[in-house]
């Protein structure tokens, strides 16, 4: 069994992380996370390269490979099974790792996040942080739950494993060259495109 440095690694590595995968998204999901990213997308330029951090089964680089078929795709995923179903869609690279223990080998023009930062022991968040700036050449973006100030909420019936603040916040502080491009929010009673109330951020190096 691997030794991880977190509770929050080993929930979703182990069975609650195997049991989460088996939530297949619905078309609208997948229509609705295409609208976002069509948003993100149409604020950046030359974006040839993608890397995704704590991809799960792929949802995210499947609607952009589907809106980008020649864009050059990359994973980070800690689950076995989750990095085993991108491993057979085959349509980006996969790195099968905690991101706490990831060193990207190259730099990607976009690095996202979606729904993984609100999930990282908060003592980490710096790590990750940095991870996020330095697999990024141009475009960082992250897609969480946004609270002004630091909170914790129960998940599924689980403590200690959902934690919601300004990530993009302080992503800026601690890289005062960052510039927002821009920022947007997915609400879950959109009549087209609901999402789980998501805020999502898109910023550049300078």
């Not at 905690?98 to 996202?112: C, G, K, T, V």
């Not at 200690?160 to 990530?167: E, P, V, Y």
């Not at 009549?191 to 190096?205: Q, R």
Request: glycine share 6%; net charge negative; with cysteine.
């Amino acid at each position: 069994m691997t030794a991880y440095q977190t509770e929050q690694e080993s929930f979703w590595a182990g069975e609650f992380g195997d049991q989460y995968i088996g939530r297949n998204p619905s078309a609208k999901e997948m229509g609705a996370r295409l609208a976002l990213f069509a948003k993100i997308m149409a604020r950046t330029q030359g974006v040839d390269s993608v890397i995704e951090l704590g991809a799960n089964i792929g949802n995210n680089l499947k609607v952009l490979n589907q809106m980008f078929p020649a864009m050059d795709l990359a994973a980070v995923e800690i689950n076995d099974k989750a990095a085993e179903s991108l491993r057979a869609w085959a349509k980006a690279e996969v790195y099968h790792a905690s991101i706490l223990d990831f060193s990207p080998a190259r730099q990607y023009d976009l690095a996202f996040v979606s729904g993984v930062l609100i999930h990282i022991n908060p003592e980490m968040l710096p790590k990750v942080y940095d991870l996020l700036f330095q697999a990024s050449r141009r475009y960082l973006c992250c897609i969480e739950y946004y609270n002004p100030s630091p909170v914790e909420i129960d998940y599924r019936g689980h403590s200690g494993r959902l934690f919601k603040r300004d990530f993009a916040g302080e992503i800026m502080d601690r890289f005062p060259g960052l510039r927002l491009i821009d920022y947007g929010f997915a609400y879950h009673r959109d009549p087209n495109f609901p999402l789980d109330d998501l805020t999502w951020f898109l910023m550049e190096k300078r």
